[in-house]
């Protein structure tokens, strides 16, 4: 907004600028540079886990979105990394098309699912859309069950050919000197990066937005939102469609890494929605600092914790009940409300310029 | 020492400051009424002493027992009933449902019975098994009052009971004050209607913007001051 | 012609049980709007308590449901006290995340006790007793009281919610929470008690889940879905009308797996998005609201 714009008594701008978006801009690229060069470096363990951490850290964001901004509760994503998933076999193993176009090609597809999907989910509201959006993951898993050239319910693999000719695996093993394994995830590394990096972007990008700022309206009021013109039912089916397409090409990318799909494991509703919960309860929903801290938290639990089995759950359960109750702003809200911090300021300021002593005297309506 | 009292009284919405130290007091069998424009924060007050705002435990006192602090179904059972502005009956119950529910948490023996609320309000007998949504104004109005009675209350605390009614209903329901006080209730009245405020309260307080600006005996009180007393001057 | 009459007649019977797992989950939403995603958990949860007093003191399970009952009602009550009445509000989320939570820590917990292996309540000749109808069709004892046991619940459930003082009371919460205050209701204590009784419900849902089937610590969330479904094809805010819910679901998915027995559950959730986007208000929802 510029100068010209509320001459009468006063001029406002509002901004989305934290503190010193230019340190941490610089930060972040530093940051991605030593990601995307990691593997000089890393062995190929580390890289698996970093693989694990980008898409569960991408899946949290695109919920993030979902819970945190639109209100839309969902338990069942599960539907679409499963769609996503069970589309990159489809398309490359009947298809014939290349795994990384594949990817793209899932999600389009998740979303054009998305949209008949959304036409008999929104019709329910509040908590009663997330169980109906759980029954519809069901429906998608038992209809996965019953295909029968994509393996039926006991599943299938990708041909080692198909894993194989994923396009410049050539050109990695030649640059780095690794096998075919190893330059595989090195691939599926550099995918999940790029997907990560994308979906924070995305989100970021969004909730700076116009809808963005009609999101966070509707997050908090949804009634008052809707008086003051925002579309709430278009401004969800958006964000429904839009993370059911990247849930859908992290769907594929986790498959193509995994290389084995079978319905009970692709349409879990605990691997990819009550982990996914989880790191953005642990996090701080609502915020985009939030998942990523919690998916560090995740990541090391699960790595630490996760031959405990059972017991692991119990705690993960237990943690995020805990939370809930006494943080419901989760690690990063108890951090912020020590320190003023983002590291991807959305929330919009006033910026009051010098002259604007009269404004405080100016009594505001009840 | 007064039946009711509030000492310094004080109620915030969030950051908004609704009174600002209201000090006020009712003796038994008394009728007060709480008048001021919009906004003036008369049904914050009773909502405070009704246990649904939350004080300080000595800012409003019953018998000298501090009760400011308490909720609103422990307030009840001490005996202090509210006709909520916009009467507020349950729709899914019946209006006896309604009346009923209205004992259930202060079941003590007392004048008021279904059959004295149905003598009182004829009408609602008749209406008995209806569902509430389809009563008329006046005869909502009569079921919330009825509800509270049947908690045999020590105070009746009511909130704009005239609010939206004709003229000649409102005349009706005040009919049944007199019989209300004469079994010793004493009764808060909050009222935009002065006229019908002035007839029936022993005494009138009136505030603006959340503060007291006049408080004295209807005929002591002069039109100039009422009216200075609603919108300042 | 027969199959096709033996399938109608038990999807019925198969209603009457998940009429019974929808008649807590109704009960608890009508009176705390909460949407319990511990729901089906719970069930399970219910039946290996069944199991284990039917066990360890050597009853029938219908003996075992009646001393369980009390004892479920009490962690019922204990759980919404301590836990879930700290949940209600305005935001949404915490009673799904918390339920969501308290599903998983049940699961879990039953896993890590009973092992993932398949259990099942025993009672004797009652279990495959059947009573024949003539043609070729018979009618199991088992399934037949559960339809009967589901219908008594609902009678029952209508008449402390219509005609006593603590059902009026439930409802007026449901109404209205803050004027319900102002009746001196406890609305805490309300809460819990409707809780208590849901799992009472439970418990009865539970002992007809282990007669009629094996069960393993698997098996809620699924339980959870079917719940939820009859819920919302009978319509929300009538009990009669989550039977209809229970049979509707019985029937499409017997009718279902009479196609393919593949089809089974299929079918009952096909039915289940058939309804919500032909009536989104379910089949017999309530007249106002």
């Known amino acids: ?366 | 020492m007064p039946f009711l009292e509030t000492r310094n009284l004080t109620a915030f919405y969030g950051d908004f400051q609704a009174l600002y130290g209201i000090d006020t007091s009712l003796d038994k069998g008394e009728t007060i009424a709480i008048i001021g424009a919009n906004g003036a924060g008369k049904s914050t007050f009773l909502k405070a002493i009704a246990g649904l705002i939350h004080g300080t435990p000595d800012s409003v006192q019953l018998e000298g027992m501090p009760i400011g602090a308490r909720g609103a179904a422990d307030i009840v059972k001490l005996g202090i009933a509210l006709v909520p502005e916009g009467r507020r009956l349950f729709p899914s119950l019946t209006v006896e449902e309604n009346l009923l529910i209205g004992g259930y948490g202060r079941k003590i023996a007392g004048p008021w019975t279904l059959d004295r609320v149905y003598a009182l309000f004829p009408i609602l007998r008749e209406r008995r098994s209806m569902a509430t949504p389809a009563l008329s104004g006046g005869q909502q109005q009569m079921a919330a009052i009825g509800r509270a009675l049947m908690s045999n209350p020590r105070i009746l605390l009511c909130d704009e009971i005239s609010l939206g009614l004709a003229p000649i209903i409102i005349a009706d329901i005040y009919a049944a004050l007199p019989q209300i006080k004469a079994e010793g209730t004493s009764v808060v009245l909050v009222e935009q209607d002065i006229v019908q405020a002035m007839k029936v309260a022993d005494r009138v307080y009136c505030f603006q913007e959340g503060r007291l600006s006049l408080t004295g005996r209807p005929r002591e009180l002069t039109r100039e001051q009422i009216h200075r007393a609603y919108f300042g001057s | ?289």
């Open chain 3, 1 to 289: 012609m027969t199959g096709w009459l033996d399938a109608l007649i038990q999807g019925v019977l198969l209603g009457g049980l998940y009429a019974l797992f929808a008649a807590g989950l109704s009960l608890m939403f009508g009176v705390m709007r909460l949407v319990n995603l511990a729901h089906g958990d719970i069930i399970v949860l219910a039946a290996f308590a069944i199991l284990v007093v039917a066990g360890k003191l050597g009853l029938d399970p219908f003996v075992a449901v009646a001393l369980a009952a009390p004892i479920l009602f009490v962690i019922g009550f204990a759980l919404q006290h301590v836990l879930l009445n700290r949940t209600l509000g305005r935001d949404l989320l915490p009673p799904l995340l918390v339920t969501f939570g308290l599903s998983i820590i049940i699961q879990n917990g039953l896993l890590q006790i009973f092992s993932a292996d398949s259990q099942r309540l025993r009672s004797g000749a009652i279990e495959t007793a059947s009573i024949p109808l003539g043609g070729g069709i018979a009618i199991g004892v088992v399934p037949l009281l559960t339809l009967l046991s589901a219908i008594a619940v609902i009678v029952v459930l209508n008449m402390i919610f219509y005609r006593t003082p603590i059902g009026r009371a439930f409802r007026a919460t449901s109404d209205d929470l803050e004027v319900a205050e102002l009746m001196g209701i406890d609305i805490s204590r309300i809460f819990a008690t409707a809780m208590g009784l849901a799992f009472v419900v439970i418990a009865i849902a539970a002992l007809y889940l282990g007669l009629r089937a094996n069960f393993d610590p698997t098996i809620g969330p699924a339980r959870l879905l079917y719940a939820f479904e009859a819920v919302i094809i009978g319509g929300l805010g009538s009990f009669w009308g989550t039977l209809a819910g229970g049979v509707v679901l019985g029937l499409a998915q017997t009718i279902g797996a009479r196609i393919d027995p593949e089809w089974q559950i299929l079918a009952g959730h096909l039915a289940f998005l058939v309804v919500l986007a032909l009536r989104p208000r379910g089949l017999f929802p309530r007249a106002q609201d």
């Open chain 1, 1 to 366: 907004m510029g100068e010209a714009a509320a001459k009468p008594t006063q001029t406002f701008r509002t901004g989305t600028a934290g503190r010193a978006p230019g340190a941490i801009a610089a930060i972040a690229c530093v940051m991605l540079l030593a990601l995307a060069l990691l593997p000089v470096v890393a062995g190929r363990n580390l890289i698996q886990d970093m693989i694990f951490l980008f898409y569960m850290l991408a899946l949290a964001q695109c919920w993030n979105l979902l819970a945190g901004y639109a209100g839309l509760i969902s338990v069942g994503q599960q539907a679409f990394v499963g769609l996503g998933g069970y589309l990159l076999f489809a398309l490359t193993l009947l298809g014939g098309i290349d795994p990384l176009l594949a990817i793209p090609l899932a999600g389009l597809v998740s979303a054009l699912f998305a949209l008949p999907t959304a036409f008999i989910v929104f019709r329910l509201r509040g908590a009663y859309f997330a169980i109906g959006t759980w029954v519809v993951a069901e429906v998608y898993r038992l209809v996965f069950a019953q295909f029968k050239p994509l393996g039926g319910g006991t599943g299938m693999s990708l041909t080692p050919s198909i894993t194989s000719s994923v396009p410049g695996i050539e050109w990695v093993k030649a640059l780095l000197n690794v096998r075919t394994p190893a330059a595989r995830d090195l691939i599926s590394y550099w995918a999940a990066l790029a997907l990560m990096v994308g979906t924070l972007g995305f989100v970021y990008l969004v909730l700076r937005s116009r809808r963005g700022l009609a999101l966070g309206a509707i997050r908090d009021h949804e009634g008052a939102a809707a008086g003051l013109g925002v579309d709430i039912y278009r401004v969800k089916l958006a964000v429904y469609v839009a993370t059911a397409a990247m849930t859908g090409m992290i769907g594929a990318l986790i498959y193509l890494q995994k290389a084995r799909i079978s319905p009970d494991a692709a349409f879990s509703v605990t691997d990819w929605t009550a982990y996914v919960v989880f790191i953005v309860v642990i996090g701080g929903i609502g915020t985009i600092e939030g998942p990523v801290v919690g998916a560090v938290i995740f990541y090391l639990l699960q790595r630490y914790l996760a031959d405990f089995g059972a017991s692991y759950l119990i705690l993960l359960g237990t943690l995020g009940i805990v939370v809930m109750l006494f943080a419901p702003k989760g690690l990063w809200g108890l951090i912020t409300e020590r320190y003023d911090l983002a590291l991807f300021p959305t929330r919009r300021r006033l910026v009051i310029p010098p002259r604007a002593e009269i404004a405080r005297r100016v009594d505001f309506p009840k």
